[in-house]
T-cell receptor, first 113, second 113 residues
């Protein structure tokens, strides 16, 4: 099993460009999450999907949109990238709900110039 | 709103000596609490979790944590540090019945040979 996979691993964008970060899990998990990690800030929840067909905002959703394409895949879209979105982005999944262990992907390092 | 405080941003110990990483939370809800470890340029891996069963929780690699409701604490300990323990550690709070997910800002553990 691959677990949680993320693409791309690295990306450089110019201000105003758009892009989609892809995430897939092969553990048949119901819940999926997107976080951003900034130095000294820990991880902050951007969006989550409790189950297929549902998505909700987390702590820092502004500037992002998500799509839960099916049970396996959960994508994060930046419509108009800004330098403040320079960060490392992690996708995670759990069986169902927040009381279960989350499994994390390897991350995407995004730089916005 | 809940918050999580990791009291030390950086802890340095000698190899073979005990490790103590501190985490306090503030919330009126019955929490689930987790400790995750992140090695450089990697995703997060679960060390242990508390979900209202035993208050002393044992995890992987010799780590354990004790949930103390009266002190609203969930400190992580290990009797004897190993070089491979050098990493960043994150405490995660999740609230009961909702998608409240809050990470602490992290504690970087250095292990001196």
């Amino acid at each position: 099993n691959a677990g949680v996979t993320q693409t791309p691993k690295f990306q450089v964008l110019k201000t105003g460009q758009s892009m989609t970060l892809q995430c897939a899990q092969d553990m048949n998990h119901n819940s999926m999450y997107w976080y951003r990690q900034d130095p000294g800030m820990g991880l902050r929840l951007i969006y989550y999907s409790a189950s297929e067909g549902t998505t909700d905002k987390g702590e820092v959703p502004n500037g992002y949109n998500v799509s839960r394409l099916n049970k396996r895949e959960f994508s994060l879209r930046l419509e108009s990238a800004a330098p403040s979105q320079t960060s490392v982005y992690f996708c995670a999944s759990s069986e169902a709900g927040v009381r279960n262990e989350q499994f994390f992907g390897p991350g995407t390092r995004l730089t916005v110039l | 709103a809940q918050s999580v405080t990791q009291l030390d941003s950086h802890v340095s110990v000698s190899e073979g000596t005990p490790v103590l990483l501190r985490c306090n939370y503030s919330s009126s809800y019955s929490p689930s609490l987790f400790w995750y470890v992140q090695h450089p340029n990697k995703g997060l891996q679960l060390l242990l979790k508390y979900t209202s069963a035993a208050t002393l929780v044992k995890g992987i690699n010799g780590f354990e944590a004790e949930f103390k409701k009266s002190e609203t604490s969930f400190h992580l300990t290990k009797p004897s540090a190993h070089m491979s323990d050098a990493a960043e550690y994150f405490c995660l709070y999740s609230g009961a019945g909702s998608y409240q997910l809050t990470f602490g800002k992290g504690t970087k553990l250095s292990v001196i040979p």
